[in-house]
């Protein structure tokens, strides 16, 4: 941003940012003042004068408004011309989210994101730790004929993983894990050699890709978090059933980042514990 010394400054940079403005906006001195409700001969005053005084609010907004910029960066208190509804705008990307494992999106997102720590919290188990069959069981019933082609979508998830090109942290509510191993809720339903044989390849890829891929367990009782995926300092991604909210302000990206680290921080299973923890849950399967 620019250094202004004085009030004289100022005011020739309002100047040079108004006529600037106008020229992006093809807009005169007097369609200007129309759009304004004043005078041609005001307008001709904020361009022409080379005093220090500058005008009051009510011009400034009603000028930024008319052509588009921000109301900051015509006085010199922001380098980005843009309206702050077109800041949110573009750092809010709204992406369809449909019942399938065939996603693109979630692929480049990974893909962008090559090299950096992807924090997430999955909406139950990770797709890309689940057994073809439990995705089968899980997918069929909406893929029809092409779930066998969606699984393939888990297996490039995973595979992403296993070339380490990015660290993966995963954060789960330890009822996930107690559900499913009890076949009980959303894991009603699968059988229960499916579940043990489940249980045992979470167990395997955590154990091979450590400290790669580090899963932890937290309390939903004691904290609460949506989906999210967070990919490194560039975006985060909350997931809201139909679709994902992208963010890529830096602002967002570093709340969720520290969101996330916090179910890290105050997680009952830590990564070292999981083979141990599924073990455990591994006897009540059946039961």
Known sequence: MFKLSDKRDRALLFRTRLTTAMAAASATQSGLARAIGADRSTISQLLSDDGARLPNAQIVAMCATHLGVSADWLLGLTDRPEMATTLVASAVEVTDAPRTLIDEQILNWHQEAAGYK????????????????????????????SSQQ?????????????????????????????????????????????????????????????????????????????????????????????????????????????????????????PRDIAGHIEKLKATVGN
């Open 118 to 145: 992807v924090r997430h919290v999955p909406a139950g188990l990770p797709n890309m730790m689940k057994l073809p069959e439990l995705l089968s069981w899980e997918y069929g019933p909406s893929l029809d004929k």
């Open 150 to 270: 969606a699984i393939g979508a888990s297996a490039d998830r995973l595979t992403l993983m296993q070339q380490a090109q990015s660290d993966y942290e995963i954060a789960l509510p330890m009822f996930e894990l107690e559900s499913f191993a009890a076949g009980t809720g959303y894991y009603d339903g699968v059988p229960a050699q499916l579940r043990i044989a489940q249980l045992d390849h979470i167990a395997d890829l955590h154990a091979n890709l450590y400290p790669t891929l580090r899963l932890h367990l937290f309390d939903a009782r004691k904290l609460y978090s949506a989906p999210i995926s967070v990919f490194g300092p560039l975006l985060a991604v909350i997931y809201i059933g139909q679709s994902y909210l992208a963010f890529r302000d830096s602002e967002r990206v570093q709340m969720l980042t520290r969101h996330f680290d916090r179910l890290v921080r105050e997680a009952t299973i830590t």
